[in-house]
C-alpha cells in the first residue's frame, strides 16, 4: 500500500519559517518526481515546487526565494523549506509522487499564518 505523510504543519507568525515533511511508504521513492501542492480555502490547488529524480527544481512565482524543495531517498522524505512566510502562504499544503503512469498523494497539512 502506497503512503505519502506530510508533517510539520501549523500556526506560524508572518516572517517566520516552517519545514514541512513528507515520508513515502510502498514506492521506490528515488524514481519518482516529487512535487509540493497548496490549496487555500476557496482556491484551486497549486504546485508550489518540484523536485524531479534526477535532481532538478523547479518553483513558482511566489515562492521563488522563499521555499526550496529537498529529499532524502535514502529516508524516502521530501521536505518544504518556508521562509518569510506571509498570510498569502495559508493553505494545505499536500506532497505528491510521480513516475510514469503512477501518481501518489498525501492527504496534506496545514500551515496558517497568522499573528
Known amino acids: 500500500q502506497v503512503q505519502l505523510v506530510e508533517s510539520g504543519g501549523g500556526l506560524v507568525q508572518p516572517g517566520g519559517s516552517l519545514t514541512l515533511s513528507c515520508v513515502a511508504s510502498g514506492i521506490m521513492f528515488k524514481f519518482y518526481d516529487i512535487g509540493w501542492d497548496r490549496q487555500a480555502p476557496g482556491e484551486q490547488r497549486e504546485l508550489v515546487t518540484s523536485?524531479?529524480?534526477?535532481?532538478?527544481?523547479d518553483l513558482i512565482d511566489p515562492a521563488r526565494g522563499r521555499f526550496t524543495i529537498s529529499r532524502e531517498d535514502a529516508k524516502d522524505t521530501a521536505y518544504l523549506h518556508m521562509n518569510s512566510l506571509t498570510p498569502d502562504d495559508t493553505a494545505v499544503y499536500y506532497c505528491?509522487?510521480?513516475?510514469?503512469?503512477?501518481?501518489?498523494w498525501g492527504q496534506g497539512t496545514q500551515v496558517t499564518v497568522s499573528s
Open positions: 505528491h509522487a510521480k513516475w510514469r503512469g503512477f501518481e501518489y
Open positions: 523536485s524531479s529524480a534526477r535532481g532538478s527544481t
